[in-house]
């Protein structure tokens, strides 16, 4: 069962992971969105370990539609409010 799992996607789990520490402990009110793209590219990488052991097929969707497509969607709209914040002098500049 363990003997399934890829040891490249656990060590991008363990990173991913690590990762998330600095991320949850520096969080701020503006960098929310920064902070829900990282965890869900996290929420893809338990995915893409998990569905080796059970249910393949839907944890290969929630890998897909959650830790890479929303997660795009989040760190695209991230950086959106980030410039026009910057542009326009406001918070965070």
């Known amino acids: 069962m363990?003997?399934?799992?890829s040891p490249l996607e656990v060590t991008a789990l363990a990173v991913a992971l690590v990762g998330l520490v600095p991320v949850i402990t520096q969080y701020r009110d503006e960098t929310k969105?920064?902070?829900?793209?990282?965890?869900?590219l996290v929420v893809g990488m338990?995915?893409?370990?998990?569905?080796?052991?059970?249910?393949g097929s839907v944890l290969n969707f929630v890998e897909h539609a959650f830790g890479i497509g929303l997660a795009g969607v989040t760190f695209f709209a991230a950086a959106y409010v980030r410039r026009k914040n910057v542009i326009k002098g406001g918070e965070g500049s």
Do not use: K, P, Q, S
Not at 2 to 5: G, S
Not at 33 to 40: E, I, K, R, S, T
Not at 46 to 55: D, H, R, Y
């Open 33 to 40: 969105l920064f902070a829900a793209g990282y965890v869900l």
């Open 2 to 5: 363990l003997a399934d799992l």
């Open 46 to 55: 338990v995915a893409t370990n998990v569905e080796a052991l059970f249910l």
